[in-house]
Protein backbone atom coordinates (compact mmCIF):
# COMPACT_ATOMS: atom_id res chain seq x y z
CA UNK A 1 0.00 0.00 0.00
CA UNK A 2 1.07 3.34 -0.89
CA UNK A 3 0.52 6.71 1.09
CA UNK A 4 0.50 9.93 -0.40
CA UNK A 5 1.07 13.26 1.81
CA UNK A 6 -0.41 16.67 0.21
CA UNK A 7 0.69 18.96 0.49
CA UNK A 8 4.73 18.56 1.17
CA UNK A 9 5.42 21.86 2.69
CA UNK A 10 2.98 24.68 3.90
CA UNK A 11 3.41 28.01 6.41
CA UNK A 12 0.89 29.17 8.63
CA UNK A 13 0.53 31.74 11.30
CA UNK A 14 0.43 31.53 15.23
CA UNK A 15 -3.30 30.59 15.72
CA UNK A 16 -4.28 29.75 12.07
CA UNK A 17 -5.43 25.83 11.39
CA UNK A 18 -4.01 23.79 8.41
CA UNK A 19 -5.09 20.45 7.13
CA UNK A 20 -2.72 17.74 5.86
CA UNK A 21 -4.16 15.36 3.54
CA UNK A 22 -2.60 11.52 3.40
CA UNK A 23 -3.93 9.17 0.54
CA UNK A 24 -3.77 5.29 0.42
CA UNK A 25 -3.28 3.73 -2.51
CA UNK A 26 -6.27 1.04 -1.62
CA UNK A 27 -9.01 1.17 1.41
CA UNK A 28 -7.41 1.15 5.05
CA UNK A 29 -10.24 1.38 7.24
CA UNK A 30 -9.03 3.82 9.72
CA UNK A 31 -5.77 2.12 10.55
CA UNK A 32 -4.25 5.09 10.48
CA UNK A 33 -1.74 7.08 12.23
CA UNK A 34 -0.17 10.08 12.28
CA UNK A 35 3.44 11.33 13.55
CA UNK A 36 5.34 14.40 14.47
CA UNK A 37 9.42 14.87 13.90
CA UNK A 38 11.21 17.97 15.03
CA UNK A 39 14.59 18.58 13.91
CA UNK A 40 17.33 16.23 15.18
CA UNK A 41 14.11 14.52 17.30
CA UNK A 42 12.83 10.75 16.96
CA UNK A 43 9.43 11.17 16.00
CA UNK A 44 6.63 11.39 18.29
CA UNK A 45 3.33 9.40 17.77
CA UNK A 46 0.51 11.84 18.10
CA UNK A 47 -2.87 10.25 16.13
CA UNK A 48 -3.51 6.18 15.36
CA UNK A 49 -6.59 4.26 14.40
CA UNK A 50 -7.70 7.22 12.61
CA UNK A 51 -8.77 9.58 15.30
CA UNK A 52 -7.59 8.57 18.52
CA UNK A 53 -5.24 10.98 20.34
CA UNK A 54 -1.92 9.77 21.97
CA UNK A 55 -1.84 10.39 25.63
CA UNK A 56 -0.40 14.07 26.13
CA UNK A 57 -0.97 15.22 22.53
CA UNK A 58 -2.99 18.71 22.79
CA UNK A 59 -6.53 18.48 21.76
CA UNK A 60 -5.74 20.82 19.11
CA UNK A 61 -4.30 17.85 17.09
CA UNK A 62 -7.12 15.88 15.05
CA UNK A 63 -7.97 12.93 12.68
CA UNK A 64 -10.51 12.14 10.20
CA UNK A 65 -11.07 10.40 6.93
CA UNK A 66 -11.61 6.66 6.44
CA UNK A 67 -11.13 4.34 3.53
CA UNK A 68 -8.42 6.07 1.16
CA UNK A 69 -8.50 9.49 2.35
CA UNK A 70 -7.06 11.37 5.93
CA UNK A 71 -6.80 14.65 7.03
CA UNK A 72 -4.55 15.60 9.91
CA UNK A 73 -5.60 19.04 11.27
CA UNK A 74 -3.98 21.04 13.62
CA UNK A 75 -5.84 23.99 14.95
CA UNK A 76 -4.79 27.59 17.03
CA UNK A 77 -1.40 26.62 15.62
CA UNK A 78 1.83 27.32 18.33
CA UNK A 79 4.98 27.97 17.41
CA UNK A 80 5.99 24.48 18.92
CA UNK A 81 4.20 23.05 16.54
CA UNK A 82 6.76 23.45 13.16
CA UNK A 83 7.80 20.43 12.47
CA UNK A 84 7.51 17.52 9.73
CA UNK A 85 4.27 15.12 9.68
CA UNK A 86 4.11 11.38 8.45
CA UNK A 87 1.14 9.20 7.99
CA UNK A 88 1.54 5.83 8.34
CA UNK A 89 -0.91 2.37 7.41
CA UNK A 90 -1.23 0.52 10.39
CA UNK A 91 -2.71 -2.96 10.80
CA UNK A 92 -0.04 -4.72 7.85
CA UNK A 93 3.44 -5.13 6.73
CA UNK A 94 4.76 -3.11 5.79
CA UNK A 95 3.68 -0.03 7.63
CA UNK A 96 4.13 2.52 4.71
CA UNK A 97 4.35 5.75 5.70
CA UNK A 98 4.00 8.76 3.81
CA UNK A 99 6.49 10.99 2.62
CA UNK A 100 5.94 13.52 5.06
CA UNK A 101 4.60 17.40 5.36
CA UNK A 102 6.84 20.26 6.99
CA UNK A 103 4.91 22.75 7.89
CA UNK A 104 6.50 25.75 8.90
CA UNK A 105 5.14 28.70 11.87
CA UNK A 106 5.36 32.31 10.40
CA UNK B 1 8.87 5.19 31.81
CA UNK B 2 9.50 3.93 28.81
CA UNK B 3 13.39 4.17 27.24
CA UNK B 4 14.56 2.66 24.36
CA UNK B 5 18.38 3.27 24.02
CA UNK B 6 20.32 1.85 20.76
CA UNK B 7 23.88 1.58 20.64
CA UNK B 8 26.14 -0.19 17.72
CA UNK B 9 26.07 2.30 14.92
CA UNK B 10 28.96 3.61 13.20
CA UNK B 11 30.99 3.67 9.77
CA UNK B 12 31.51 1.22 7.90
CA UNK B 13 32.87 -0.18 4.08
CA UNK B 14 30.17 -1.16 1.05
CA UNK B 15 29.44 -5.40 1.48
CA UNK B 16 30.32 -5.15 5.78
CA UNK B 17 28.26 -5.94 8.29
CA UNK B 18 27.47 -3.95 11.53
CA UNK B 19 25.32 -5.57 14.89
CA UNK B 20 22.93 -2.60 16.33
CA UNK B 21 21.80 -3.23 19.42
CA UNK B 22 19.03 -1.50 21.73
CA UNK B 23 17.87 -2.12 25.64
CA UNK B 24 14.13 -1.71 26.53
CA UNK B 25 13.31 -0.61 29.92
CA UNK B 26 10.36 0.64 31.56
CA UNK B 27 7.87 -1.72 30.70
CA UNK B 28 7.13 -5.59 30.22
CA UNK B 29 9.57 -5.99 26.99
CA UNK B 30 8.32 -9.67 26.48
CA UNK B 31 4.75 -9.01 25.58
CA UNK B 32 5.29 -6.23 22.86
CA UNK B 33 6.54 -6.56 19.48
CA UNK B 34 9.84 -4.58 18.46
CA UNK B 35 10.92 -3.14 15.08
CA UNK B 36 13.57 -1.18 13.55
CA UNK B 37 12.78 2.11 11.67
CA UNK B 38 15.23 4.19 9.30
CA UNK B 39 15.56 7.61 8.24
CA UNK B 40 18.18 8.23 5.43
CA UNK B 41 19.71 11.67 5.59
CA UNK B 42 17.19 14.00 4.95
CA UNK B 43 14.56 11.38 3.94
CA UNK B 44 11.59 10.01 4.93
CA UNK B 45 10.64 7.35 7.46
CA UNK B 46 11.22 3.19 6.15
CA UNK B 47 9.94 0.54 8.74
CA UNK B 48 12.95 -2.14 8.21
CA UNK B 49 11.64 -4.91 10.70
CA UNK B 50 9.55 -6.61 13.03
CA UNK B 51 9.58 -9.44 15.58
CA UNK B 52 7.12 -10.76 17.74
CA UNK B 53 7.40 -10.84 21.16
CA UNK B 54 8.10 -14.37 21.23
CA UNK B 55 10.28 -14.28 18.24
CA UNK B 56 7.96 -16.91 16.21
CA UNK B 57 7.26 -14.20 13.87
CA UNK B 58 9.78 -12.11 11.72
CA UNK B 59 8.87 -9.40 9.13
CA UNK B 60 11.20 -7.82 6.88
CA UNK B 61 11.10 -4.54 4.38
CA UNK B 62 11.79 -5.62 0.61
CA UNK B 63 14.95 -3.70 0.46
CA UNK B 64 16.72 -5.70 3.43
CA UNK B 65 15.06 -9.05 3.56
CA UNK B 66 18.09 -11.67 3.25
CA UNK B 67 20.76 -8.93 4.39
CA UNK B 68 18.73 -7.89 7.77
CA UNK B 69 18.30 -10.10 10.44
CA UNK B 70 16.48 -9.11 13.67
CA UNK B 71 16.43 -11.20 17.18
CA UNK B 72 15.86 -10.28 20.35
CA UNK B 73 16.97 -11.69 24.12
CA UNK B 74 13.78 -11.10 26.71
CA UNK B 75 15.86 -12.43 29.21
CA UNK B 76 18.54 -9.13 28.95
CA UNK B 77 15.02 -6.96 27.31
CA UNK B 78 17.01 -6.53 24.71
CA UNK B 79 16.43 -6.05 20.39
CA UNK B 80 18.77 -6.32 17.70
CA UNK B 81 19.56 -6.02 13.93
CA UNK B 82 22.49 -7.80 12.34
CA UNK B 83 23.08 -6.16 9.21
CA UNK B 84 25.23 -7.64 6.32
CA UNK B 85 26.21 -7.11 2.89
CA UNK B 86 25.54 -3.31 3.62
CA UNK B 87 25.06 -0.90 0.68
CA UNK B 88 25.25 2.63 0.66
CA UNK B 89 21.39 3.24 0.44
CA UNK B 90 21.55 2.06 4.16
CA UNK B 91 23.23 4.78 5.05
CA UNK B 92 20.44 6.13 8.07
CA UNK B 93 19.53 7.05 11.15
CA UNK B 94 18.01 3.54 13.02
CA UNK B 95 15.49 3.77 15.64
CA UNK B 96 14.52 0.98 18.01
CA UNK B 97 10.88 0.92 18.49
CA UNK B 98 8.20 -0.27 20.57
CA UNK B 99 5.47 -1.65 18.39
CA UNK B 100 1.93 -1.39 20.34
CA UNK B 101 -1.33 -2.93 18.63
CA UNK B 102 -2.40 -2.39 15.62
CA UNK B 103 0.45 -3.80 13.90
CA UNK B 104 2.90 -1.19 12.31
CA UNK B 105 1.43 1.35 15.51
CA UNK B 106 5.23 2.55 16.52
CA UNK B 107 4.21 4.20 20.33
CA UNK B 108 7.72 4.51 21.65
CA UNK B 109 11.14 5.69 20.08
CA UNK B 110 14.76 5.35 20.59
CA UNK B 111 17.14 8.34 20.37
CA UNK B 112 18.14 6.66 16.75
CA UNK B 113 21.99 5.31 15.73
CA UNK B 114 23.61 6.58 12.67
CA UNK B 115 24.89 3.99 10.42
CA UNK B 116 26.99 5.03 7.54
CA UNK B 117 28.05 2.97 4.50
CA UNK B 118 31.43 4.23 2.50
CA UNK B 119 31.32 3.55 -0.75
Known amino acids: IQMTQTPSSLSASVGDSVAITCRASEGIGTYLAWYQQKPGKAPKLLIY???TLQSGVPSRFSGSGSGTDFTLTISRLQPEDSATYYCQVLNIYPPTFGQGTRLEIK | EVQLVESGGGLVKRGGSLRLSCVAS????????MAWVRQAPGKGLEWVSTIRGGSDHLYYGDSVRGRFTISRDNAKNSLFLQMDSLRAEDTAIYYC????????????WGQGNLVSVSS
Open chain 2, 97 to 108: VREWWPEGLFDY
Open chain 2, 26 to 33: GFSFSTYN
Open chain 1, 49 to 51: NRS
